[in-house]
């Protein structure tokens, strides 16, 4: 990853300028769809790996400023404010839920 390029979307008249992502993540982000979702099951077997390694391609391309969007019926890519403020949601939702978690582990730890 390195130098900013320019992403745009067809039929979508935006331009932004992003961190360039691995060759493996920008390949994954020419196979998401802008209509309908690919489930990740579907992106691996496309890509000829596993459904973890999307998992950690979708977090990088979002690291690196990729609308790559997902919901519990797959992954697609899109620049519809509401389709990322939902996926922003739902991410901010699950790193709430881990670190309820990790709180309720460490006292745990800390009467042991």
């Given at each position: 990853?390195?130098d900013?390029?320019?992403?745009?979307?067809?039929?979508?008249?935006?331009?932004?300028?992003?961190?360039?992502?691995?060759?493996?993540?920008?390949?994954?982000?020419?196979?998401?769809?802008?209509?309908?979702?690919?489930?990740?099951?579907?992106?691996?077997?496309?890509?000829?790996?596993?459904?973890?390694?999307?998992?950690?391609?979708?977090?990088?391309?979002?690291?690196?400023?990729?609308?790559?969007?997902?919901?519990?019926?797959?992954?697609?890519k899109?620049?519809?404010?509401?389709?990322?403020?939902?996926?922003?949601?739902?991410?901010?939702?699950r790193?709430?839920?881990?670190?309820?978690?990790?709180?309720?582990?460490?006292?745990f730890?800390?009467?042991?």
């Amino acid at each position: 990853m390195g130098d900013s390029f320019q992403l745009r979307l067809a039929n979508l008249d935006k331009t932004i300028r992003l961190q360039q992502p691995s060759q493996e993540a920008a390949h994954l982000f020419s196979l998401l769809p802008t209509k309908g979702r690919l489930t990740q099951k579907a992106l691996a077997d496309a890509m000829d790996t596993n459904a973890g390694r999307v998992r950690r391609l979708i977090r990088e391309l979002r690291r690196c400023g990729y609308p790559a969007c997902s919901d519990q019926q797959g992954c697609w890519k899109t620049m519809n404010r509401h389709e990322i403020a939902q996926t922003i949601k739902n991410l901010q939702g699950r790193a709430l839920d881990m670190l309820k978690t990790a709180a309720a582990l460490r006292k745990f730890n800390l009467r042991g």
